[in-house]
Structures are given as C-alpha cells and as structure tokens.
C-alpha cells in the first residue's frame, strides 16, 4: 500500500524557515502537517522514527553530528540516496508533492539538513520550491532515475548531476539520463567533464525538439548518447586549437 508522508504547508515551511534555522528541534509531528486525500497509509510515528534512524546512522558513519568535509558530506549523499527511497517507500506522485519535502528538512531531519549544508540560507536546500535542490528530494530522485545504473551515480559529481537533472527533458526520463551518464562516464577524450555535459545536454536538447525517444529502443537511445558525447568531446577538443 502507498505510504503519505505528512505534508508542511509552504506557508508554515516559510515561518519556520525565517524564525531560524538554529531553533529546529527534530520531531515526528507538526500540529500544521497535513495528507494527501488520495489514497494511501498514513506513515505511523514508528514509521517515521524509523527512517529518521536510518538517515542519522547513516549521517553518523561520515562524521555527523560534528563538522565534516565537503567531501564525506558528498559521499553521504551517494549512500543516502539508497536510504531515503527505502525509507520512504513514495510513488513518482507523493514524490513530486513538495510540501513532503519540507516536512522532512524542517521537522523530521532539520539537525542533518543543517549538518549537510552548514552555513546554508539556501532556502532551496530546505523549503522543496525546486525538487533537484532540495537536501533530500534530489536524493530521492538520483537514486530512482539511475535505478539499476547505481554504478553510474557513484561516478557522477554533484556538479554533474545538477547538469543532467536540472534539465527536465533529460532529467525527467531515467533511460535517456543513464545513457547519457554513463557516455560521459567512459567518454576516454581529455575534456573537462563539466564543459562536456554541457555541451552534450545542450545537443540533446536540440535533437528532442523533433526525436519522440519513447520511439527508439535501448540500445538506440545508448549508441545516440555515445555519438553525441562523441561529437561534443570533438567539438570542444577544436575549439580549443584555435
């Protein structure tokens, strides 16, 4: 059965927010938390507990609560991924409700948000107005779009995959983004990765303007990414010889 997470009101989120960061308290419960009506379990407080532990033995394991590197704080990341969608078993629909999201970093899990993104103001990181943003929706997302390709997301910076995701035309279909990670992953030219996801996106973008992808099959969609990783890499490679 779907589980419903409680939801913070962007309203309440926003308060919360601008009374300080530093005056959160994790909880289980907010008197303003509300539900999905459509069907689903309602996530018990055991429930809720239960994740929370998981996130923060986690979070432990790479130096939490103390101050840690941005380093061992990326890395939790990768690990958290796998955490918070078996923790929160959602469907894509509960998983694009922001006000889920808010409930997590405000209520649920404000001592690690803060440990994550110390000295953040970024409201993003903490109220779910961009899910590819968001301390944990992001998470959620990477881990269900590289689902089965988890190799692939370890290898991957949070640099790249602000590139692959934040573009919802690619970031929005797990097939096309793998094949695309992957390509950039064991693309052997000498190419800032970087400056080559760009460029690649940026092609892709192009060629979706008048290619429907649900109309080519795997093995099509990965030798498109490879040919356009390919050509990107060339591309680059030129104009820096000029």
């Known amino acids: 059965m779907t589980i419903l997470l409680p939801r913070l009101p962007s309203g309440i989120a926003s308060v919360l927010f601008e009374e300080g960061l530093g005056k959160l308290a994790p909880a ?63 469907t894509w629909a509960e998983a694009g409700a922001r006000d889920v999201w808010s ?9 690690v948000t803060h440990w994550r993104f110390p000295q953040s103001t970024n409201r993003e990181r ?27 997301l370890l290898d991957l910076t949070e640099s790249d995959l602000n590139q692959l995701l934040e573009r919802r035309s690619i970031g929005g279909d797990p097939r ?11 693309d052997t030219n000498l190419v800032a990765r970087r400056e080559l996801i760009r460029d690649s996106s940026a092609r892709i973008r192009r060629r979706l303007a008048f290619l429907d992808m649900r109309s080519l099959e795997d093995a ?22 000029q």
Not at 36 to 60: K, W, Y
Not at 68 to 86: H, L, N, P, Q
Not at 126 to 152: N, P, Y
Not at 176 to 186: K, N, P, S, T
Request: net charge negative; hydrophobic share 45%.
């Open 28 to 90: 289980t419960f907010h008197p303003a938390q509300v539900y999905s009506p459509i069907g689903g379990s309602r996530a018990t407080q055991d429930e809720l507990r239960n994740a929370r532990h998981q996130v923060v033995d986690l979070a432990v394991g790479f130096g939490f609560p103390e101050t840690a590197s941005e380093t061992r704080r990326i890395a939790f990341d990768r690990g958290a991924a796998a955490v918070v969608v078996g923790a929160f078993d959602l």
């Open 103 to 111: 409930f997590l970093s405000l209520v649920l899990l404000p001592d």
């Open 126 to 152: 903490w109220i779910a107005t961009d899910l590819t943003r968001h301390t944990w929706s992001r998470l959620w997302w990477q881990a269900t779009v590289f689902g089965g390709a988890e190799d692939i």
């Open 176 to 186: 096309l983004v793998q094949a695309l990670g992957r390509a950039v992953v064991q």
């Open 220 to 241: 099509q969609v990965t030798e498109m990414c490879k040919e356009i990783v390919a050509e990107s890499a060339r591309a680059i490679l030129d104009s820096k010889k």
